[in-house]
Nanobody, 123 residues
Framework: QVQLVESGGGLVQAGASLRLSCAASGRSFSMHAMGWFRQGPGKEREFVAVMSWSGANTYYADSVKGRFTISRDNAKNEVYLEMNNLKPEDTAVYYC????????????????WGQGTQVTVSS
């Protein structure tokens, strides 16, 4: 059974940093992209960032470019999201996701999803 477990969310002030982690288990994720989505209050879920298996390809939503950095450790089946200079509009539940192709995730879809971790940024 595939499981994606996120951690690292919390309540911070604007301008602060947080690092989200996601541990994947239950199958081999070789050759799969791993990434993050988020859903803010009253908003639809949106793509945030994705990294290909090799790490050669990364994509970010325009709203987080220059502030968020995605990384992964394939030996541990983990993906991370370093979030800097957080803004109140970054407040959302952040979901880890796995999909075969990075571009599929950029398009808003993923095969496997985590349960989410809450990030709240106060002004």
């Amino acid at each position: 059974q595939v499981q994606l477990v996120e951690s690292g969310g919390g309540l911070v002030q604007a301008g602060a940093s947080l690092r989200l982690s996601c541990a994947a288990s239950g199958r081999s994720f070789s050759m799969h992209a791993m990434g993050w989505f988020r859903q803010g209050p009253g908003k639809e879920r949106e793509f945030v960032a994705v990294m290909s298996w090799s790490g050669a390809n990364t994509y970010y939503a325009d709203s987080v470019k220059g502030r968020f950095t995605i990384s992964r450790d394939n030996a541990k089946n983990e993906v991370y999201l370093e979030m800097n200079n957080l803004k109140p509009e970054d407040t959302a539940v952040y979901y880890c996701a796995v999909e075969h192709a990075s571009r599929t995730m950029v398009g808003g879809s993923a095969r496997y999803w985590g349960q989410g971790t809450q990030v709240t940024v106060s002004s």
